[in-house]
């Protein structure tokens, strides 16, 4: 069974910065697309960013140019960095990877919490 971890999420002030990390329980080179979405109170869960296996990385609009994802292969780690970060940030960030075998399967991590706030 697959197993994704979050951390890094906290308190911060407006205009601070985080970075976010997700563990896979295997390599991440497995999976065809991982990446994070984010789920505010009250509001559906949205995508962040993604990161196909073989292509370009995609961002929502509204973290363009401030947020980053990346990854390290050889510790099996995504991650997200955030800079400039706004009160309208503040959600619970998910890690999420897609393997497409015979069918998609996508696997989630329990989330953690950011918080933007001064």
């Known amino acids: 069974q697959v197993q994704l971890v979050e951390s890094g999420g906290g308190l911060v002030q407006p205009g601070g910065s985080l970075r976010l990390s997700c563990a896979a329980s295997e390599s991440i080179f497995r999976f065809n697309v991982m990446g994070w979405h984010r789920q505010a109170p009250g509001k559906q869960r949205e995508l962040v960013a993604i990161?196909?296996?073989?292509?370009?990385?995609t961002y929502a609009d509204f973290v363009k140019g401030r947020f980053t994802i990346s990854r390290d292969s050889a510790k099996n780690t995504m991650y997200l960095q955030m800079n400039s970060l706004k009160p309208e940030d503040t959600a619970v960030y998910y890690c999420?990877?897609?393997?497409?075998?015979?069918?998609?399967?996508?696997?989630w991590g329990q989330g953690t919490q950011v918080t933007v706030s001064s």
């Open positions: 999420k990877a897609i393997r497409v075998i015979t069918r998609p399967y996508e696997y």
């Open positions: 990161m196909p296996s073989g292509g370009s990385t």
